[in-house]
């Protein structure tokens, strides 16, 4: 089992910036990939970003491409989210998830381990 705990979340104004963080309770295998979802309130679960472990190959929906950059640290075995230009619909809980596979995804199915969410609200 690994536990995944997000952190960073708040209140933010539009057009401001937010620094999500993900660690992990046991070293991450570099045949893993981790990634961000969102979901907004009374909304689905969505795609945010993810990253291979090893290679750091990376993803993003195209709502936060440009805005958004997903990274790693294999050192502190983190995951981190820097949030920009930040707009009232990017409202939502984030959540950290493990794919134990080297390849990105958009399907929150494919992901094995889960975080507990972190809230993000961003006012007009």
């Known amino acids: 089992q690994v536990q995944l705990v997000e952190s960073g979340g708040g209140l933010v104004q539009a057009g401001g910036s937010l620094r999500l963080s993900c660690s992990a309770s046991?070293?991450?295998?570099?045949?893993?990939?981790k990634a961000w979802f969102r979901q907004p309130p009374g909304k689905e679960r969505e795609f945010v970003a993810a990253?291979?472990?090893?290679?750091?190959?990376?993803d993003y929906a195209d709502s936060v491409k440009g805005r958004f950059t997903i990274s790693r640290d294999n050192v502190k075995n983190t995951m981190d989210l820097q949030m920009q230009s930040l707009k009232p619909e990017d409202t939502a809980a984030y959540y950290c998830?493990?794919?134990?596979?080297?390849?990105?995804?958009?399907?929150?199915?494919?992901?094995?381990?889960w975080g507990q969410g972190t809230q993000v609200a961003v006012s007009s």
């Open positions: 990253i291979t472990w090893d290679s750091g190959s990376v």
């Open positions: 046991r070293r991450t295998a570099s045949n893993y990939t």
């Open positions: 998830a493990t794919r134990t596979t080297v390849a990105t995804s958009r399907d929150p199915y494919e992901y094995t381990y």
